[in-house]
């Protein structure tokens, strides 16, 4: 913030209500003869006019004495309120004449400054106020007198102001020490040199906590020793004096120790004491401390153990975050202290918040090792079983994506430690019928292909349970795994029996009467309506009893007793009856290999070429969403027939179907885990990477020798700015900086107006540099600021007055409340104080980046498509750009908009399509989904063809994205970084 440049903006601490302003405010005249009143409140009126056409830049010399024959002595409160903000903006000393100006600029010194008159009047009010008998009226006085910085104003209260350290009243005595803090801080030598001592004399008699730690304060700025030494003294009651007075004995304490590192003994033992203060903010501050101290493990556990108590015993999910936060980052340094700590930070899973569940998972799986992943697995297994107990509403909006975390953290904790797999994976298997089922039959997926040892009990507990899956997605991985892995003659038989069973006869077909029979069913089902009575309390507290007539809703998939797997191949899913096909194929293929009788493998190929004729008559006849699928489904399922009827067919295609799908699928495996162990070790080294060595040299600027003065080139200029702020490229901080700043208005304008635009999740803070180009004054001078958009002006700038070829610069707060391009526009209005005549500018339009507001973020597969068919506001943009490649397409697009990219991608892939899910979260909480469909036409000169698909919950963000798509998607910018 730049210094003040008059007196006005010294003295600006407060805000008024516009309404003062509504229609014009009234001349010095008027109000001199409103302040003559008998009516308290017309006299109110008229001096808060008075301070806010001062506050414009009007002197109003007469009002001044006004206020002092009429306002000075009243009783009224608010009035009296109002004199001390007046106090703060008036003129308190004489306008210097032209000879003390020019003596001055002669070289004679300074311009003498000579206090106004009518101060001395004013004086002599303050100390009435000051030895006024309402102790309200004092205290009051001494919190104005901690606003004031004229020495020859503070003078004569001094005396009045010590004898107020000895009243009755706290309210008064916590006001006092403040305003002796105050005095000296300014004018320590002149006014109170004995200020420390007095107030030391003051704190050892002291009973009330806040005029203790008030004057605490006073001396832990004024005379740190003293602070200390009473510190000392007080050790054991340093609990008993107040939140207020323990943060500030931290203060104290890392600034002691900061300075001097040899100091640390002497508070060891008050740190260890606040860790188990009942105030959540002191023992937080306490742990914090001792961590910045000291790196023993003693102190280090001591912390940890204390944030740990926070994180399990606040309720205020912003507490729970920052402590997470602090545990994670002691992790980095310190993580096997934490992981004694382990189960306790588990306990937070309790929260119904599941981003509070998430970052507990984060934290936790960094600390599992091959010593604890038992009884993290435990905790895990008991988690994920509560979710199916609990019916509260507010567990069923945690329980599917709370359910998903925790099977992703068990899956994790398979795969680094495979002792547990075993464990886990039965408990898991429970849930393929859930929401969660997804996850489940993945982990499942990767633990058959990972443990062979495995593999005889998970599919027998697949082929049990494979009848109780009712997502579509996670049936066809169950007939994967159970085509791919079932190696022996009686798995083979057992699953393809239940396959049989669960499909059903062809044809997979509605018949008319079988669907008119079920409608009927329905119909006749929905026509009885339900009684349902209950109790009730009534406005007036009385008890009555409520009959409610219920119809339920019944369709006829509800009366539809099929199994499910039926129900999805009737109900038009081509994709699985493809994965059906190729499963029953293999299982036929096998049976031979495996000990199967003749018979009985004749039996099943027989079976399997029927169901597969009746997947393609249904895909033929269905109509469903899937029906682009019937080429390609056709295609499949006459190669699976062929490689059942033909024998040079089978001899050709059978090494390929039994192996080659396993050997793809370990392949990929093997991939994920060497990109995830490639991530981990980046991630490890960029935290070893040291930036400067122990025994390199500090440079400082200022005690440099002038060398660019004679014409020499210094290249390490700057370094030391680098290495204070973290920044290699030390020139990225002022490019990135140039990049928010706007020219509202033109360079020949009588006015110049740029501003420095900063975006802080809801806050945008407008810096408005104005400079007068012209050689008048200008008056009124006000920039007037409107919006366009879910964005609401919160602090209006204020009229200004602008001396000739001066500039000031102006701040205006904004809030913003929704993720959309928003305008900000306006105009500058002011008046010449030469020529008196109203000039207007009319500036050039803000338009806020919508990439302010994106982060990136991840979610499941499972969860984006879930939030793909909720969201109702889509936008498509058609890709039309000069990048050739698809990869790199993909990047430039992923880089743009700030997002992360959900589907993997390795550099090196060739094919002539891609596609890919990108997802990002705005501060606001909402949810941008992107889908990128490429494709790269030989007909079309090899230029990359396609869509860009965007969705989100709201209107706001997919159209601001889709623009910000529409305008980087064009190509590269090798002259800007993205």
């Known amino acids: 913030m730049s210094a003040a440049t008059n007196s006005n903006e010294s003295y600006c601490t407060f805000t008024l209500a516009s309404d003062v302003t509504a229609g014009g405010l009234p001349s010095e005249e008027e109000i001199a003869k409103q302040l003559e009143s008998n009516d308290p409140k017309i006299k109110r009126h008229a001096l808060k006019a008075a301070i806010m056409a001062m506050l414009g830049g009007e002197a109003m010399p007469r009002i001044l004495m006004q206020v002092i024959r009429f306002c000075i002595n009243s009783d009224d409160k608010p009035l009296k309120k109002l004199c001390m903000l007046y106090w703060e903006v008036v003129p308190k000393y004489q306008e210097p004449t032209s000879e003390e100006l020019l003596r001055a600029a002669s070289g004679g010194g300074s311009v003498p400054r000579k206090l106004l008159p009518e101060m001395i009047l004013v004086c002599n009010a303050l100390m009435n106020d000051l030895n006024h008998p309402n102790e309200y009226v004092r205290g009051s006085m001494l919190r104005f007198l901690c606003t004031v910085k004229d020495e020859e104003i503070l003078g004569p209260l001094i005396p009045a102001i010590k004898g107020c350290l000895q009243h009755r009243h706290q309210y008064v005595r916590k006001n006092a020490v403040l305003a002796v803090f105050h005095a000296h801080r300014l004018h320590a030598e002149t006014l109170i040199p004995d200020g420390p001592e007095l107030v030391e004399a003051f704190i050892n008699a002291e009973t009330d906590v806040g005029a203790r730690r008030n004057a605490f304060l006073m001396l832990y ?67 914090w401390t001792l961590i910045s101290l000291s790196n023993s493990p003693t102190a280090v556990r001591a912390a940890a153990v204390t944030y740990t108590n926070l994180l399990n015993s606040q309720n205020d999910n912003n507490v729970m975050m920052i402590v997470l936060e602090r545990l994670e980052q002691l992790q980095k340094k310190h993580s096997k202290i934490l992981q004694e700590l382990l189960q306790d930070i588990l306990r937070a899973l309790s929260s119904p918040n599941p981003d509070i569940c998430k970052k507990v998972l984060d934290v936790a799986m960094t600390l599992v090792t091959s010593k604890n992943v038992a009884e993290v697995v435990t905790t895990l297994k008991r988690e994920v079983s509560k979710t199916t107990q609990e019916s509260s509403d507010s567990s069923e909006d945690k329980g599917k994506v709370y359910r998903n975390m925790l099977i992703s953290a068990i899956h994790g904790c398979a795969v680094r430690f495979p002792d547990v797999a075993e464990s886990v994976v039965h408990t898991l298997m429970d849930f393929l019928s859930s929401d969660g089922g997804m996850q489940v039959i993945i982990f499942v997926r990767a633990i058959v292909e990972r443990y062979p040892n495995l593999r005889p009990a998970i599919l027998s507990k697949l082929i049990t349970t494979v009848d109780e899956v009712t997502n579509n997605h996670v049936m066809c991985i169950c007939l994967w795994i159970l085509g791919e892995y079932c190696e022996t003659s009686d798995t083979v038989k057992d699953a393809f029996d239940v396959i049989s069973q669960q499909l059903g006869s062809a044809p997979f077909i509605v018949q008319a009467d079988e669907k008119q029979a079920q409608e009927q069913a329905a119909a006749e ?79 099943m190929t027989v079976k399997a070429l029927l169901t597969m004729c009746g997947i393609v008559k249904m895909a033929e006849v269905t109509v469903s969403a899937q029906k682009s699928s019937l080429a390609d489904c056709a295609e499949r399922v006459s190669l699976c027939c062929r490689a059942l009827l033909d024998p040079k067919a089978t001899a050709l295609l059978k090494d390929t179907l039994l192996s080659e799908g396993k050997v793809s699928f370990a392949s990929f495996l093997k991939n994920v885990q060497d990109r995830d162990s490639g991530v981990d070790s980046k991630e490890e080294s960029k935290e070893e990477i040291i930036t400067a060595q122990a025994d390199d040299l500090i440079h400082f600027r200022q005690l440099r020798s002038l060398t660019a003065q004679g014409g020499d080139l210094d290249l390490d200029d700057g370094s030391d700015l680098a290495r204070a702020t973290g920044y290699a490229d030390g020139g990225s901080l002022l490019s990135n900086e140039l990049s928010h700043v706007y020219q509202l208005s033109g360079f020949a304008d009588p006015v110049y107006a740029e501003a ?114 909720e969201f109702e506001w889509e936008n498509k943009v058609a890709i039309s750009t000069s990048i050739n490649g698809l990869i790199e397409f993909l990047q430039h697009i992923v880089t743009s908009t700030n997002m992360t990219c959900l589907t993997p991608h390795e550099g090196n892939e060739k094919g002539s399509f891609l596609a890919a899910n990108l997802y990002a979260k705005s501060v606001f909480g909402e949810d941008a989904l992107v889908n990128v469909s490429v494709e790269k036409k030989d007909d079309n000169d090899g230029k990359l063809a396609g869509y860009i698909r965007i969705r989100s919950k709201t209107q706001g963000i997919a159209l601001s994205l889709g623009d910000r798509i529409t305008s980087v998607q064009r190509g590269l910018q090798p002259n800007k970084k993205q």
């Open 756 to 869: 420095f635009v900063t975006v802080h999740d809801y806050d945008i803070l407008l810096e408005i540099l104005v400079i007068n180009r012209t050689p008048n004054t200008l008056a009124n001078l006000t920039v007037e600021l409107s919006t366009m958009g879910d964005m609401k002006i919160v602090e209006r700038p204020q009229s200004q007055t602008i001396g000739p070829l001066d500039q000031m610069t102006i701040r205006a707060s904004i809030k913003v409340s929704s993720t959309e391009t928003g305008h900000i526009f306006g105009t500058i209005v002011y008046e010449d104080a030469t020529t008196q005549e109203k000039g207007y500018i009319n500036l050039n339009d803000i338009h806020m980046d919508i990439m302010d507001y994106i982060r990136p973020a991840t979610c499941t597969d499972e969860v984006f498509r879930s939030m793909w068919a």
């Open 221 to 287: 700025h004024e005379s740190e020793e003293l602070a200390i030494q009473y510190l000392a003294k007080s050790l054991d009651d340093v609990s008993k004096f107040g939140d207020g007075f323990a943060l500030l004995v931290l203060d104290l304490t890392r600034k002691a120790c900061r300075r001097d590192p040899n100091q640390k003994s002497r508070f060891v033992r008050v740190l260890f004491q606040m860790l188990g203060s009942e105030s959540a903010a002191v023992s937080y501050e306490a742990a």
């Open 525 to 603: 089902a929905a026509k009885g309506p339900k009684l349902v009575t209950k109790n009730i309390v009534l406005a007036d507290g009385t008890y009555a009893t409520q009959t409610i007539y219920s119809e339920p809703k019944i369709t006829a998939s509800d009366l539809d007793k099929s199994p499910h797997l039926r129900k999805m191949i009737v109900g038009g899913d081509i994709f699985l009856g493809t994965i059906i096909a190729s499963c029953v194929t293999k299982m036929c293929l096998r049976a031979s290999d495996v000990g199967v009788d003749a018979v009985s493998v004749k039996s």
